[in-house]
């Protein structure tokens, strides 16, 4: 299983025995953590195969849904928390699934690859598509469909009446407190509904 730095800040937004939903889970390395530092009772979401029995493997309680046809099979306010780490710059559906998140959860935490970021900036003003730490694939194999920066995040949750509860932003684990959309590479957000 991988571990991450922002594992310990969605750790901190979440309450020992909480009802946590994993979106985009991976190898469920995430949940595993929470379950083991917050009690939570977690599941799950992935539509990989193969990431579907890692998660099997690593003892995680996983579904297999096709996020972008959104949640159906989740009632109204079943979950504490609906996470998507590091996975929403690979949806069509980002306003529908950001909107399924709240409508399943009473807060929604994603995190995702800055795009703003100055390194990756630098990339394309020298003729490149960016690869980094938070950017790990080339362009012709990234899962990433969606290229957007902090600001563009703010200003989708602002457009579709999201409140932002609180924003950290990162650049190699370390955590920038000014000029996030130009100095940080990655944003953790949760979020809530008006």
């Not at 730095?5 to 750790?11: F, P, Q, T």
């Not at 493997?57 to 159906?72: F, P, R, S, T, W």
Request: charged share 25%; proline share 3%; with cysteine.
């Amino acid at each position: 299983m991988s571990y991450r730095y922002d594992y310990d800040v969605i750790a901190q937004w979440i309450a020992p025995g909480e009802k946590v939903l994993d979106l985009g889970c991976g190898d469920g390395s995430l949940l595993r953590h929470l379950m083991e530092v917050r009690q939570v009772l977690g599941y799950g979401v992935e539509n990989d195969p193969d990431k579907l029995l890692a998660c099997v493997k690593n003892g995680v309680d996983v579904l297999q849904i096709d996020m972008e046809k959104g949640l159906a099979g989740f009632e109204d306010g079943f979950f504490d928390h609906v996470i998507m780490s590091l996975s929403l710059q690979a949806m069509h559906n980002t306003q529908g699934i950001l909107a399924e998140m709240l409508r399943v959860g009473r807060e929604a935490v994603v995190s995702f690859p800055n795009f703003g970021y100055w390194r990756h900036r630098q990339s394309i003003l020298n003729g490149r598509m960016p690869v980094s730490e938070s950017l790990p694939h080339q362009w012709f194999n990234t899962p990433n469909v969606r290229f957007f920066t902090i600001a563009d995040f703010d200003a989708l949750c602002e457009m579709n009446g999201i409140v932002v509860r609180e924003r950290l932003a990162f650049d190699e684990g370390k955590l920038i407190l000014e000029e996030a959309n130009f100095l940080a590479s990655v944003a953790v957000y949760r979020l809530g509904r008006r």
